[in-house]
């Protein structure tokens, strides 16, 4: 066989794939398999920067292609491939920044609804997207290391770094989340280590300035979450509001994106799954875990499908044994593939209608 191979990327739908051809001449420095091996880190990467799971998987693919398509301009003299290739990505993100805007949570945009207030009118590509646990975390690492790499996915913290400038939110992530030096840094950002160190410096304190819930990471092993969570499903399947509220910090919060619609307070969720449009009786939750927290995807029987059909992808941001956040997404059709949930669930016995 040859020496060199050359690797052409298919990138008209799902993943990149990679087919070998022959050609003449040297074997490149940058192959198909090694730019495949960053896609994991890439897409932790972009999913800080842009808050967004649909538009991060949008940024890697687009930095791969470029990444190989234009990969005889890369200088092994200059820097590591990884840092190259950081460098396109980031480009790439600040154009979707600059392009869609900042993503929020509900929480964040104005004070909280009243129970019985309207929805409004839904608003997309605004929120903050949730993110499957197995899109970010590594194949292998010990429990502290997973636990380190699901808090620093929390959704308060990926609001929080929507916050920042481009600049900065790319200098904190890569510096503290990811542990690059601060020449790597630098070097990715044409930029001296001074500013970088001072970019750092700035991020952290405005990160420490934004009020944020001390949320415990999902920890499977840990038997009082798996208690709470028990209950928590127990007290929803059966529509138990109250064995529900009880769960609830005093100052937890419900939102349902797509809506700016948000509650605070036991007493304001409890009235809001009074009402008869709950819509939360006759469901079934079937676990997933999103940011780093645990989660559900909740479904809703249907009389006319004679099965349980998608509502909502919840997640439950969890600290001192109570629920301080639950967050119910609505766009199931988008969300449920993603999270690897089936498409309907069968009624398994009679129910009482």
């Not at 052409?8 to 192959?31: N, Y």
């Not at 499977?220 to 028990?230: I, K, M, T, Y």
């Not at 007493?267 to 780093?292: F, H, K, M, Q, Y």
């Amino acid at each position: 066989m040859p020496s060199s191979v050359l690797f052409t990327l298919a990138c008209q739908s799902g993943p990149m794939t990679v087919e070998r051809q022959e050609v003449a001449g040297t074997e490149d420095v940058i192959s198909g398999e090694a730019l495949e091996r960053l896609r994991r880190a890439l897409l932790g990467y972009g999913y800080r920067m842009l808050g967004s799971h649909s538009d991060a998987e949008d940024a890697v693919q687009e930095t791969l292609t470029r990444a190989w398509r234009f990969r005889n301009r890369f200088d092994p003299s200059r820097g590591s491939v990884r840092t190259w290739v950081h460098k396109i990505m980031t480009n790439i993100c600040v154009d979707i920044m600059r392009a869609r805007g900042r993503r929020s949570r509900a929480v964040d945009l104005g004070p909280p609804s009243d129970p019985g207030a309207d929805l409004g009118d839904p608003r997309q590509d605004i929120w903050i997207e949730p993110i499957p646990d197995d899109a970010f975390l590594p194949a292998t690492a010990d429990p502290a290391e997973l636990v380190a790499e699901r808090h620093s996915f929390r959704l308060a913290l990926i609001a929080a770094l929507q916050e920042l400038p481009p600049r900065q939110r790319a200098v904190l992530i890569l510096r503290d989340d990811l542990s690059w030096r601060a020449a790597e840094v630098a070097e990715l950002l044409d930029a001296s280590t001074a500013s970088v160190n001072s970019s750092l410096q700035r991020a952290r304190k405005r990160i420490q300035a934004i009020e944020m819930h001390k949320t415990e990471p999902l920890q499977p092993l840990d038997e009082s979450q798996r208690v709470l969570l028990d209950r928590y499903v127990a007290a929803f399947e059966d529509h138990d509001v109250e064995g529900l509220v009880s769960l609830l910090a005093k100052d937890a919060t419900l939102s349902m994106p797509p809506f700016g619609w948000w509650l605070s307070g036991r007493a304001g969720i409890r009235a809001a799954l009074l009402t008869e449009d709950a819509d939360c009786d006759r469901s079934r939750l079937v676990p997933v875990a999103a940011n780093g927290s645990p989660g559900f995807g909740q479904y809703v029987y249907s009389v006319e499908w004679g099965a349980y059909l998608p509502r909502a992808l919840q997640s439950l941001e969890l600290a001192d044994g109570r629920i301080v956040a639950l967050t119910a997404y609505l766009d199931a059709e988008a969300l449920f593939p993603r999270f690897g949930l089936p498409s309907r669930l069968h009624a398994v016995h009679h129910l009482d209608m």
